[in-house]
């Protein structure tokens, strides 16, 4: 190194010493934190399943989300596309209205950002690729929103990919704020215009109004070099500017200019803004953007899309008489949040190709959440990931929570240990207990036999839970039409009560079974039909599912080919009948006289009258045979997740037990050495004031004297001995007191009280 000392002479490169490098250095996966009192093959497999499952909940729910959309989305790019042609013809009036898609999406605030993704990605791919995203939290001005808006569509010269939008939308092109003006916007969409047309032939336009060519982001969204001053380019349009410098341009800024899309004349693109959150926009905000818009709207296509939470009333009482002048309102309807959920429950909770389930209690616990909370089903998801993640993660015997054909290979290659683990499943241990003393024997101590019925009991535990789901579709079609709805409309409702207890045994559904026994013929037979065209997709699959349909199928050909409804069956013979002798007595003697009359008397009964008690009765019984809660069903264990308690604290939040903990105990949360206490009621200097504050006044009665408290405090955090203690109190250690008690006041452990002045009142007691 001597001879490098002097850096004037050169500059010299060292080699790095050979060690481990940033790319030679452990990283940590998802695996490493997986379980951690598990085996490791365990512990792969269940995470490998865990992997697999929700991939295919993803997929599921990926193409769910554009399917329960598409009418809508579909009114709504045509509308685009309509809106954008009219405005480009000759004949187009000299109106400045602009015309506006109002979508209703509903109050369910989560799924909008995914609803809008969606609509963004449908917009791009049939309608326009100019497309501006605003949202209230953006547009605070008036300045800022214009800018917003102008940078997203003067950027959105190719189609972008749904994926790389939202960076696209917040980032935007380098502009300044003096050059993104409407005079700018109305100069750079003349000269796309100009250009397609120009370039445009029958044989390279293809379609009238679709695009050909790729964009490209450079020559189209970046007018900071091209269009220069805002005033130049009003002066002298970009088509003069860039056909009089062309010929000097590098070989690839030509090659750049060349691929501009080819537009048909009378096609243009139309420039589509949407506003998520209406009614979040600032008042004066909205009207500005409304007026400012409308004045541009002869140079410009623009198309408004309100996104509506609640009414579209709400947008007119937000806007003035003036801008609600110029908006050509028509208003598209989303889905609601709940027709939503009832398609995820179906076909994620309620399908065959996956293998993971939930029990009642957690089913009943994400249903109060999205009713009770917000209606989103983005958050039901998460919580339904949730209850998949402490399902696979709590449960050992979850490794075999697969798919049928990766389940055989598992259970053949079983070690001792794993098949220890399925033998000690409650459910299992049920099942041994039930059956004969030799086979019991074979179950506990032979691996062969132990292996052969957990594959058989696998087997019937899938084919069951599909048979059960089918049975709650039936359910819920023989007992949603019934007055007072006793089990509910949707599946939902029926699906969480046979999940927690047997349907029969339910107070709800004796209620339905004698509203059913009271139907008429016209009421009961298109019921019975859409319960036949239920059981028709089980047929193939399922013996019991297939006799039971044949018996329903004969019963509802003789409901149909009944003429006479009153044809009777049994006429009481009225010669022998018995005669009772009413002599004066008390009337409650004489009404009890008159019920044991007519309970003797027999009723006159017809064909149709026993026909609807026979479709009862093999209702009732089928319910009664395969309609009862999964934890009756041998090794359930392994594909339900039953216990409620470890989800309910992951996702219902309990705020005063966690201040508790964290003003008691800051070392739970922070992890850190110096809070870290032998005993839960000593108190450490080095603890956080607000800490310090909270122990000091668990320790005083109702009320609290705030200067004996301070003292209190002082002694604590200050290190000088008490005998040198100062007459006058730091400053610096009052306001810190007097922020630790403003903090207790917010979060609600304190209150000021006007028996006293100088004391605060408590307000927690006990163990809270």
Not at 191 to 218: H, N, V
Not at 412 to 427: E, H, V, Y
Not at 537 to 551: A, G, I, Q, T, V
Not at 658 to 678: E, F, G, I, K, V
Request: glycine share 4%.
């Amino acid at each position: 190194m001597a001879a490098t000392v002097s850096v004037s002479k050169g500059v010299f490169a060292f080699k790095r010493s050979k060690g481990k490098t940033q790319n030679d250095a452990t990283t940590l996966s998802a695996l490493d934190f997986w379980g951690q009192d598990e085996e490791a093959d365990i512990k792969k497999v269940t995470h490998k399943n865990y992997v697999h499952c929700w991939k295919s909940i993803t997929q599921t729910l990926n193409n769910l989300q554009d399917k329960i959309h598409a009418k809508v989305f579909e009114e709504l790019v045509a509308f685009v596309k309509s809106a954008g042609e009219n405005m480009r013809r000759k004949d187009y009036g000299e109106t400045n209205d602009i015309p506006t898609a109002c979508l209703v999406t509903g109050v369910n605030m989560p799924d909008h950002n995914s609803i809008f993704e969606s609509l963004v990605r449908l917009l791009t791919e049939g309608a326009t690729p100019h497309i501006a995203r605003l949202r209230s939290r953006d547009c605070t001005t008036l300045r800022g929103a214009v800018y917003k808006m102008i940078t997203q569509l003067m950027d959105q010269g190719e189609v972008v990919d749904p994926e790389m939008y939202e960076e696209v939308a917040t980032t935007g092109p380098e502009l300044k704020r003096a050059q993104c003006t409407m005079p700018v916007l109305t100069a750079w969409y003349k000269e796309l215009s100009s250009s397609s047309a120009e370039k445009s032939s029958p044989t390279k336009s293809g379609s009238c109004g679709q695009m050909t060519a790729r964009t490209p982001k450079k020559a189209l969204a970046s007018p900071c070099k091209a269009l220069g001053s805002p005033k130049k380019n009003i002066a002298y349009p970009m088509s003069e500017r860039a056909g009089s410098s062309h010929s000097g341009k590098s070989p690839r800024k030509r090659m750049k200019l060349s691929e501009k899309p080819c537009f048909n004349k009378y096609h243009t693109l139309p420039l589509v803004v949407i506003l998520e959150d209406v009614e979040s926009f600032p008042s004066n905000v909205l009207n500005d953007l409304i007026l400012i818009c409308s004045n541009h709207i002869q140079n410009l296509p623009i198309v408004l899309v309100f996104g509506v939470a609640t009414t579209t009333a709400a947008v007119h009482r937000s806007l003035a008489q003036d801008a609600s002048a110029c908006v050509a309102m028509e208003v598209f309807q989303a889905q609601p949040s709940t027709h939503y959920l009832n398609h995820v429950i179906e076909q994620v909770l309620m399908s065959d190709k996956v293998p993971f389930h939930i029990g009642g209690r957690p089913f009943k616990l994400l249903l109060d959440i999205f009713l009770y909370s917000d209606l989103s089903v983005e958050k039901f998801v998460k919580g339904l990931k949730v209850c998949m993640m402490e399902h696979f993660l709590g449960n050992s015997s979850s490794f075999l929570c697969c798919s049928a054909s990766k389940r055989a290979s598992l259970i053949k290659a079983m070690t001792p240990a794993q098949l220890d683990i399925i033998r000690k499943l409650p459910s299992f241990r049920t099942y041994v207990e039930k059956c004969p003393p030799k086979e019991q024997a074979a179950l506990l101590l032979d691996e062969k036999v132990s292996k052969e019925t957990i594959v058989t009991l696998l087997s019937q535990l899938e084919s069951w839970y599909i048979r059960f789901c089918c049975l709650v579709k039936v359910v819920q079609v023989l007992t949603s039409t019934l007055p007072l709805c006793p089990l509910g409309r949707q599946v939902r409702e029926v699906l969480a009560t046979c999940l927690s207890q047997p349907l029969v045994d339910t107070e709800e559904f004796q209620k339905a079974a004698k509203l059913i026994k009271l139907m008429s013929r016209e009421e009961m037979l298109p019921i019975l039909r859409n319960i036949l065209e239920i059981l028709q997709d089980k047929l193939s699959n399922d013996e019991e599912m297939s006799d039971m349909h044949n018996e329903l199928s004969l019963l509802v050909g003789r409901l149909s080919s009944l003429d006479q409804l009153d044809q009777v069956i049994e006429e009481p013979n009225r010669d022998e009948e018995p005669t009772v002798s009413l002599q004066a007595s008390d009337r409650f003697v004489l009404k009890e006289k008159l019920q044991e009359l007519a309970k003797k008397k027999s009723r006159k009964t017809n064909m149709y009258d026993s026909l609807r008690c026979d479709v009862v009765e093999l209702l009732v019984k089928t319910f009664e045979q395969h309609l009862q809660p999964p934890s009756s069903q041998p090794l359930h264990e392994i594909m339900f997740l039953e216990s409620s308690s470890s989800v309910k604290r992951l996702l219902v939040g309990v705020p005063r037990p966690a201040l508790t903990t964290a003003l008691s105990n800051p070392h739970h949360y922070l992890q850190c050495d110096c809070c870290q206490l032998q005993d839960p009621s000593s108190i450490l200097t080095t603890l956080p004031d607000i800490s310090v504050a909270y122990k000091l006044h668990l320790e005083c009665g109702r009320l609290v004297n705030l200067y004996d408290w301070m003292q209190a405090f002082i002694s604590v955090i200050d290190d000088e001995d008490e005998d040198s203690a100062k007459k006058t109190v730091d400053q610096q250690l009052q306001a810190r007191f007097v922020q630790a008690v403003s903090e207790l006041q917010f979060l609600g452990f304190i209150k000021p009280t006007k028996r006293k002045t100088d004391h605060v009142a408590r307000l927690t007691w006990g163990g809270c």
